[in-house]
């Protein structure tokens, strides 16, 4: 009996360590010295014409920010409309894109006056965009003059489906976890630009900022909590390519409060059991490139708190029925592990941070929020309805 808890706490602790060590070492193997060998659009006569989309609640501290910096870009004007959406904001949203719709006839505001959520905006605005390519994007993500282009050229090539962008994080602070969440984005991102490069099967965009073909739109269920990744799924369903690309960059503050944090977390893994639900065939095709990503990159990411609680109740019983010291040092590494949000708030409230330990804390959350997160999946997920995250002024 005890070698069956033997096993199981090597196989946890295997699963955990090939999704977060092993692929993405696998990935960097793979994509060394690769490039992006499909035509892309090389000059502005070429570009094709683009819709903009943004689904806005109460973001009138970022949203004039975010239409003037579309407005500047260099992508041609004439091939460029911007379709805003207002999710029934209650601040000043509505009025400062009012402000910018009556001197810019390419700005076509919406404004919703019941809520929503995302999902149901974003669907109600595709119906009413013009132009073959989309880019889906977020009021407090911004770009860059070349952004649109980088994001755009890739289409020239007629079975890439969806390019991402390359997000970077600002407004990093020491005391709380902005630089745990930059390092997490950036490893992702990576990832996700390996994945493209290699199979065209970018697992998800970050849904601040990306394109694609609105043909091969599908609408978002309205009580989906993760439309991009919903998104991207189908088009990758249809057969199409999903790429990343590292030259079209955006820049958006990250959170730094625990608290926020954990709460985006929670309500985002809800959403990614939501996906799982639905794009579980992609589990029985793990020798073909999207399956083995979806299988690889998320699914096991998704059942990690599983494994961590599988291994720890391995710990347990070896360590009890055992006695010997090398189990009995790895449950207290573990339970050092589980504890470490609450040794590192503690520390916190006396002005102490360690880098080291805020990692260790932060993956600890990262689960903590995906167990949550499953829980409130289990239950049933009414609408997409939720409050943003909290970011850094």
Known sequence: MLNFFLYAFFLAVFVIFY????????????????????????SSEQYPSVSIVISAFNEERVIAEKIEGILQSNYPKEKLEILIGSDASVDQTADIIQTFVKKEERIHFYNFKERRGKPSVIN??????????????????????????????HFKTANVGLVGSNILNIGMKKDGISIQEKSYIERENK??????L???TMMGPFGGCYAIRKELYEPVPPNFLVDDFFISMKILEKGFLCINELEAVCYEDVSNDVNQEYKRKARVSA????????????????????????????????LTPFFILLSLISLIILALNTQQNFFIVLLIGEIFLLLSPALDRLLGYVGMHFKLLRFVSYFSLMNLALLQGFIRFSG?????????????V
């Open 19 to 42: 999704s977060y060590v092993l692929f993405p070492l696998l990935l960097s193997v793979l994509a060394s010295k690769r490039v992006f060998l499909h035509d892309r659009f090389m």
């Open 124 to 153: 109600e605005l595709l119906s009413y965009a013009k132009n073959p390519i989309v880019v889906l994007t977020d009021a407090n993500v911004m770009f860059e003059k070349e952004t649109l282009a980088y994001l755009c050229r």
């Open 191 to 196: 990832i996700k630009y390996q994945e493209g």
């Open 198 to 200: 290699i199979w065209g």
């Open 271 to 302: 959403g990614n059991f939501q996906n799982l639900s639905v794009f579980s065939r992609f589990v029985t095709r793990p020798f073909t490139p999207a399956g083995f990503c979806f299988i690889s990159h998320k699914v096991l990411r998704w």
């Open 380 to 392: 049933g997920i009414k609408n997409s309805i939720w409050t943003p995250t909290k970011r850094n």
